[in-house]
C-alpha cells in the first residue's frame, strides 16, 4: 500500500560510520576559504580605529544607584501628571466644542485620570526621557488658557450673534412703528 509521493523512489540507507561530508567541500575547505589574504581595496582599516573611544575592561552595571532610579521616577510621575492634566483639559474643551456643551461633561473622572497617569509614567519610565522645563511651561500655559481662549472665542461668536438679534428686533419695532403710531405715544 503506497502513502505518499515518496514511495514510488527507492530511499538510500547510508552507511552510519561514513563522515558526513558538507556540500562546499567540508569543515577544511571553509577554514582554507576563511584564512585567505583579503583583497586590496586601498581602505586603511587601523587608521579609523584611532577615532573611536576607548573601551575599558570593566563590565557596565547591571543596576543604576538607587538615588537615580527614585529620580528618574519623581520626574516620570511630574511628566505624567502634567501631560495628564493638559490631555484632560484640552481634550475636553474640543469634545465640548465639537458638542456645543460644557467641557466640563467631558473631563476625565478622577478614576480615569489616575490610571491614563499611571500610564503616562510608565512609558516615560520606560523611554527615560522627561519633559525640558520650558516646554513643561509651555504645555500647562495651553492646558490652561486653551480652554479659556475657546470659551472666549465661542462667547464672542454668540455675543455678535445677540447684537446682530438686538439690531434686527430694533429694526423690526422701528417699522411696526410706522404702521401702528398710536402706540408709540
Known sequence: MKMGMLDDEAVEITDKNKAYSFASG???DFMADFNTKKQDTGIDEEAHLLDLPEQTD???QENEPLEKLK????VAGASASLLTIAIDSSLSTVLGLYAGDEPENYKADPEQR???EQAIKEYVKLKGGDIPPGLALVIIILSIYGSKGAMAFTF???KKQMDEKENRIKELEAQLAKFNPEENK
Open 26 to 28: 567540508g569543515i577544511g
Open 58 to 60: 570593566e563590565e557596565p
Open 71 to 74: 529620580a528618574t521616577a519623581a
Open 114 to 116: 489616575e490610571e491614563l
Open 156 to 158: 464672542k461668536k454668540m
